[in-house]
């Protein structure tokens, strides 16, 4: 298995309050993603990344940032949490087309 | 973005059964992963099959990229099978390299 892992794991938080998700990668893969699963979509991409410090936008990007300063992070942040983002979200990997994922981060927003 | 349509949406069977699962998409792509969700929410590859058949085990999975579809078998089901099976499609290239587009998913129950 790709070594990816997400922090917290578990996270409760009230709307209004800055969050920020964290993946970890010891594979050196170049490519990053975030995700959110929500029942009835399947995983949408929120941002992704194809570098330290090159970032883009995917499908559902409102309200969420990111960064990424060195290979093996990438962080996500939620600026101002609201109950819409309450999400299991998925980080993933790649060195080319194939994703790995990450075990997720369960997000409620209260 | 591409639009992924997978069916059935539910797919209930008993253990010894085989099954097929279908991925449609709207577009040409050249990347088409096959994800197993466990009942725990980890999300495991099974394919990588933007075209051709390939077989691993019990499943196997044929993309027909010419007619924009992808077919997951699986054969002598097991309960431990059961979870949420997800086609993934992406049609990037460059620096957007690897995007994915998910379908809906086809949620298998297996029972004893």
């Known amino acids: 298995d790709a070594g990816i892992t997400q922090s917290p794991r578990h996270k409760v938080t009230e709307t209004g309050t800055p969050v920020t998700l964290r993946c970890h990668q010891t594979?050196?893969?170049?490519?990053m993603y975030w995700y959110r699963q929500d029942p009835g979509h399947g995983l949408r991409l929120i941002h992704y990344s194809y570098g330290v410090k090159d970032t883009d936008k995917g499908e559902v990007s409102d309200g969420y940032s990111v960064s990424r300063s060195k290979t093996e992070d990438f962080l996500l942040t939620l600026e101002s949490a609201t109950s819409s983002q309450t999400s299991v979200y998925f980080c993933?990997?790649?060195?080319?087309?194939?994703?790995?994922f990450g075990p997720g981060t369960r997000l409620t927003v209260t | 973005g591409i639009q992924v349509e997978q069916s059935p949406p539910d797919l209930i069977l008993q253990e010894g059964a085989n099954s097929t699962l279908r991925c449609n998409f709207s577009?040409?792509?050249?990347?088409l992963q096959w994800f197993h969700q466990n009942p725990w929410g980890q999300l495991i590859n099974l394919f990588y099959?933007?075209?051709g058949t390939k077989q691993n085990g019990r499943l196997s999975a044929t993309t027909v990229a010419t007619e924009r579809y992808s077919l997951l078998y699986i054969s002598s089901s097991q309960t431990t099978d059961s979870g949420v099976y997800f086609c993934a499609v992406g049609a990037d290239r460059g620096s957007t390299l690897g995007r994915l587009y998910f379908g809906r998913g086809t949620q298998l129950t297996v029972w004893p």
């Open positions: 993933a990997i790649s060195n080319s087309y194939e994703q790995y």
């Open positions: 099959i933007p075209s």
């Open positions: 577009d040409s792509v050249n990347n």
């Open positions: 594979e050196n893969h170049r490519y």
